[in-house]
């Protein structure tokens, strides 16, 4: 099972994605827990999982580190939408899509920082072993 998230080269493209994952996860339940939306426990664990994830993958997995951040903030935007929307009138696809879309024009930069700064860091690891 450890060769499928990482060893001595580093981490799969699958511990890569999950360790984002998890980290953003964290942030966005704390934030969720804590107040409306995802917000700054978010972002800062999102940011840096990505970043992170982008450091610790294998070279050959660098492409997942690339587009891996927006798809993991979609899917905390919708994991936090349905916490925090639990129990609440109406229908849960429409609460999911008004949640989603909210999430993605207030985080925008966030997004934005964690994917550039994701390709960044892959860039630098492609080229530096060249």
Known sequence: M???????????ALGAVGLALALGLIGGTLDVLTG???RTMFAVTFVAGSALA??????????VAVIMPPLVYVTVALIGGAMENAGEPGSFLTQQALELANALVLGAPVLLVATGLAVLIAVFRGTRGR
């Open 2 to 12: 450890s060769d499928q998230i990482g060893d001595q080269r580093g981490l799969t």
């Open 36 to 38: 409306p939306g995802l």
């Open 54 to 63: 982008a450091w610790l993958v294998r070279r050959a997995d660098l492409r």
